[in-house]
């Protein structure tokens, strides 16, 4: 199966709901009052945000005289939400190796689970990857990464539980520049944005693996769990104040969940969603691109 | 959590209750702003239409508008609806007559299952019973490590096998054990499944019968967005749950998930997640949440909270002081001590009547420190009676403290609003709403 069709396969429910209300929405109607509020419900469903929400009706709005037209208000909606989204800007490995990736980002969200297909994408490239185990504070963390690190073939650099994260990316930094490899992947442990104190932690992690290879890290990769609802909004803010974060990796995109927030994102910050997930398995993440995203939403 | 919701409806009440007289447009703009903070803290879209709705039929009412403060009336409805919409009281975990009690839990990835598992756990232990962890997620790498480990910490045994491939033939053998043992609860902590996933579901249904659980415990996430609905939904029809725990409350998720998957589902939320400690973990009490939404703080839990911290007596004598007039700074200062004592203090903040909506206190250890220095440099007298504070004391209290006169400012007007918010409390169990 190609990734394409995977990715239609994962997004099959989300479409199904979006879309089929969306299309009785626009069948043989104009865009009066009534379609505007259908159609908030339906993008308010999606977690899309009322802000968002309202940019988007205030625009179908305007362009009323010229919808009624052309009578295609579904194309107007999908050129809109597409130029939400911007161009895609996709993960790419560049410059002196190795290329650091930092994943970040609340517990639960699947950080682990994303770099271990990521680990996978780059290998089975024909790079060397290195991953490093810097969750030192879940029960177990560094069993699971250890496993994910296996089944993609990538080295594995990791400490004792329970010992100082930084330490770890240093190290794991370190090892990639003297082994010569392409690829290092920072796991972090989950986190709320909401701690200070993880937050600093997480300063100091960014600020040794600077230490370690000046440049780097390059890219601050910030995983976001697609059923999150407005607080994802939030998580990337937080984040983004307290380290920098350069792409989004939309997990969970399998479910019923629409990944409306991904407009809210892009829209408030600007930050590129660079990947998605949209399954459990080794090979189920994929590059994130708007105009497909858009597409694959939209078409039946 | 919570407190950016209670703010914008404490924006939308001031200017309602400011009001003589209200007309009918006034009360639907006010409305329009409920239930834009309601979607706003991720309320689903459908559970906001259905509230707001019946807000307008109570609140536009002849009654309403032509009573002698109207204001107050829709912010009583409002309350009111909100606290139907939570429940009204504690659900506690069923046990079983005959032990074992299984509890069964399930949910999405990265819910919270397992660490959810070992808190319950942890509960029950310290209620003297026998608890027992079974390690029934046999899909997430690492899952059966990460559960014995945190079982070890706890001291509670977990029954778990690398081999199995069935996990509900592990469920069924896992209660013969517990009865072999003597365990008295035992803990399922299932794999996370997506609610569409047919197969996985159909294997839950397999455990669900083998097992037998008195109680089936759906774990959520509070930052979930408007799939919350659909994701309880799916769970309840798949297979039936008994209660929600609702993870990861002490971010500052806006809670609009706990309010749609209540009210959707029926099913009373039983727990919440506070903190990734093994301890941080509590009874739901929805008339409580209530009162932190709208603003009230949350006594009932503070002083609780107070008797881990206080002794006995101690506890009363703060309840007396709570509810008394004679609050001084002094009381104060040995309060936030003991509050510091209490735990994280983002989570005991909100619970404090008037703390929620003072935009100076920044949760943050320092600011205790400041106002510890300045209570410090106060003289006795000025702590007993606030009225001496005049503007050449509060320089030489900003000088002495290391701090800044507006520094000074803040702790006078934070111990004032709290000392009016215990005068309401005082007067009627609890403020009919609060101060403006």
Known sequence: MGVFDRLKQGLQKTRKGFVERLESVFKGRTIDEETLEELEEILISSDVGVKATGEILGYLREKE????????AREFLKAEMTALLGVSERLV???????????????????????????????????????????????????????????????????????????????????????GADVVIIDTAGRLHTKSHLMEEL?????????????????????????????????????????????????????TAKGGIVFAIKKELGIPVRLIGIGEGIEDLRDFDPKEFVEALFSS | MFEALSEKLEAVFKRLKGRGLLKEQDVEAAL????????????????????????????????????????????KIVNEELRSLLGDSVSKIHLSPNPPTVIMMVGLHGSGKTTTSAKLAQIFKKEGRRPMLVAADLQRPAAIDQLVTLGAQIGVPVFHSKESKDPAYLCEESIKESKRQGRDILILDTAGRLHIDEALMAELKR?????????????????????????????????????VVFTKMDGDARGGAALSVRAITGKPIKFIGTGEKIDMIEPFHPERVASRILGMGDVMSLIEKAQGAYDRK??????????????????????????RSMGPIENILGMIPGMGKLKGVKVDEREFVKIEA?????????????????????????????????????VLKQYLEMKKMLKMLKKGKMPRFMPF
Do not use: C
């Open chain 1, 65 to 72: 005289a010229e919808i009624r037209k052309t009578g295609s």
């Open chain 2, 32 to 75: 329009k702003e409920v239930r834009l903070a309601l979607l706003e803290a991720d309320v689903n879209f459908k559970v906001v239409k259905d509230f707001v709705q019946r807000l307008k039929e109570r609140a536009v009412g002849k009654e309403v508008l032509e009573s002698l403060t109207p204001g107050q009336q829709v912010v």
């Open chain 2, 374 to 410: 300045v209570i410090n440099s106060m003289t006795p007298a000025e702590r007993k009676n606030y009225n001496l504070i005049n503007g050449s004391r509060r320089k030489r209290i900003a000088s002495g403290s290391g701090t800044t006169v507006t520094d000074v400012n803040r």
């Open chain 2, 207 to 243: 455990i669900k019968e083998k097992a037998a659980p008195k109680e089936t415990l759906f774990v959520a996430d509070a930052m979930t967005g408007q799939d919350a609905v659909n994701i309880a939904k799916g769970f309840n029809e798949g297979i039936g749950i008994d209660g």
């Open chain 1, 93 to 179: 490995v560049y410059g002196n190796k190795p290329f650091v990736i930092l994943a970040v980002g609340v517990n639960g969200v699947g950080k682990t689970t994303t770099i271990g297909k990521l680990a996978s994408r780059f290998t089975s490239e024909g790079m060397s990857v290195v991953i490093a185990a810097s969750d030192t504070f879940r029960a177990a963390a560094i069993e699971q990464l250890q496993i994910w690190a296996n089944r993609s073939g990538a080295q594995f650099v990791k400490h004792q539980s329970g010992s100082d994260p930084a330490a770890v990316a240093f190290d794991a930094v370190e090892a990639a520049v003297h082994r």
């Open chain 2, 314 to 339: 101690e506890a009363e004598r703060l309840q007396e002081k709570l509810l008394g007039e004679s609050f001084t700074f002094d009381d104060l200062k040995e309060q936030l001590k003991k509050v």
């Open chain 1, 203 to 255: 300063k100091k992690v960014r600020r040794v693996i600077n230490k370690a290879m000046p440049g780097a890290p390059h890219e601050v990769l910030l995983v976001v769990d697609a059923t999150t609802g407005q607080n994802a909004l939030r998580q990337a803010m937080m984040f983004d104040a307290a380290i920098g974060i350069t792409g989004i990796a939309l997990a969970k995109l399998d479910g």
